[in-house]
T-cell receptor, first 113, second 112 residues
Framework: QKEVEQDPGPLSVPEGAIVSLNCTYS??????FMWYRQYSRKGPELLMY????GNKEDGRFTAQVDKSSKYISLFIRDSQPSDSATYLC?????????????FGKGTKLSVIP | NAGVTQTPKFRVLKTGQSMTLLCAQD?????MYWYRQDPGMGLRLIHY???????AKGEVPDGYNVSRLKKQNFLLGLESAAPSQTSVYFC???????????FGQGTRLTVV
């Protein structure tokens, strides 16, 4: 079992919809949680960064972490065609020697005008 | 501001040939990483470095070697390329192990 599981989609939604993207992880040592956005033929770029459990909001984006259930979510409100991309969740364990950023496989999102 | 720059952007190799991919960052980051991205497999860590002169193996290190002789550069070498190494390779760097990773634009490698 891969340490971070993510439904690859693809996911297609109409413009203005609320999008929910999710990941689960298995390693209890994971402390930092991130969402990256990757446009076609580009490198990933950081979208949201959270530490431990809770919510973090940035504009139309909300990242949510539930450590008790090992569940990571990204919500996109009022989705736009420019949000069409692949979204990758990522985690990293804290502590000495734990420097590996582990990614989910990514979910491809298309927002239809 | 350049960020993370990968050279080359595209390359076609014949089986058995060797090549080196260069990654350069201008953010004074300690940590650097090499990933490969394949359809359906996501990003998989090949090797990483936590500082100048140090390297460590990631999830899929076989067939690759790396060097970090200078803090700003991280080289990925393929000694004898195989078709299974056809992939998109991404370099990334971060200030700390748990911090934001900045990615390069990728190198598309085809081994025929």
């Amino acid at each position: 079992q891969k340490e971070v599981e993510q439904d690859p989609g693809p996911l297609s939604v109409p413009e203005g919809a609320i999008v929910s993207l999710n990941c689960t992880y298995s390693n209890s040592a994971f402390q930092y949680f991130m969402w990256y956005r990757q446009y076609s033929r580009k490198g990933p770029e950081l979208l949201m960064y959270t530490y431990s459990s809770g919510n973090k909001e940035d504009g139309r984006f909300t990242a949510q972490v539930d450590k008790s259930s090992k569940y990571i979510s990204l919500f996109i409100r009022d989705s736009q065609p420019s949000d069409s991309a692949t979204y990758l969740c990522a985690t990293v364990a804290s502590g000495a020697g734990s420097y590996q950023l582990t990614f989910g496989k990514g979910t491809k999102l298309s927002v239809i005008p | 501001n350049a960020g993370v720059t990968q050279t080359p952007k595209f390359r076609v190799l014949k089986t058995g040939q060797s090549m080196t991919l260069l990654c350069a960052q201008d953010m004074n980051h300690e940590y650097m990483y090499w990933y490969r991205q394949d359809p359906g497999m996501g990003l998989r860590l090949i090797h990483y470095s936590v500082g100048e002169g140090t390297t460590a193996k990631g999830e899929v290190p076989d067939g690759y070697n790396v060097s970090r002789l200078k803090k700003q550069n991280f080289l990925l070498g393929l000694e004898s390329a195989a078709p299974s190494q056809t992939s998109v390779y991404f370099c990334a760097s971060s200030y700390s192990g748990g911090g934001e990773a900045f990615f390069g634009q990728g190198t598309r490698l085809t081994v025929v």
